[in-house]
């Protein structure tokens, strides 16, 4: 199942509310999970089941969504959040990742 | 606390095999409902899943890399392990573990939260 993340770049400041979109090409219902991934570490789980907020995720990360449309917010951006950020469909094996997201610093 | 290691060569010739292993501790790799994965990042790329295999040997691969791949498990080790075939430089990545919850029922809670810190394996004559 593809899964096409826009924008796969994303300049913002902090503050800023930002709005990260996942497209999959088929009926993937909530089965989708969010991570968030800085250079030399491994991805952190932020969101599963499209919308449930991992223990210990700030309250400012949301996600939304289902079938084939999903997005995950940030509401005040801050400068911990300057990371790559990917969606993952569980649905079914083989289990696919979007292309991911780069938000970086205005 | 689950953690995950990987192991394995820091450096693979090309036409070579790739292998790495994935510790687990805290926790039983035999303990369900939990599949065991691979997933690889190439350098300033996105992530790419490899496979998975449940305690009981049940494995799933990437179509992309089924006829190089092959995933195993010692649950009297508490690990599981990686072997890609016929590595090329395309294969030089970032090679990370991780759990996933939730596969074995139809929950939609699946995900991975616990994650290796990942092992870069250049492949390179």
Known sequence: IQLTQSPSFLSASVGDRVT??????QDVSTY?????????????????????LQSGVP??????GSGTEFTLTIS?????????????????????FGGGTKVEIK | QLQLQESGPRLVRPAETL????????GSISSSPYYW????????????????????GDTYYNPSL???VDISVDTSKNQFSLKLDSVTAADT????????EGMTTATTSRYYAFWGQGILVPVSS
């Open chain 2, 37 to 56: 994965e691979w997933v690889r990042q190439l350098p300033g790329k996105g992530l790419e899943w490899i496979g998975a295999i449940y305690y009981t």
């Open chain 1, 32 to 52: 989708l999970a969010w991570y968030q991934q800085k250079p030399l570490k491994a991805p952190k789980l932020l969101i599963y089941a499209a919308s449930t």
């Open chain 1, 76 to 96: 005040c951006l801050q400068p911990e959040d300057f990371a790559t950020y990917f969606c993952q469909q569980v649905r079914s094996y083989p289990l696919t």
């Open chain 1, 59 to 64: 309250s400012r990360f949301s996600g939304s």
């Open chain 2, 93 to 100: 990545a970032v090679y990370y573990c991780a759990r996933l």
């Open chain 2, 66 to 68: 089924k006829s190089r």
């Open chain 1, 20 to 25: 990260i979109t996942c497209r999959a090409g």
């Open chain 2, 19 to 26: 292998s790495l292993t994935c510790t687990v501790s805290g």
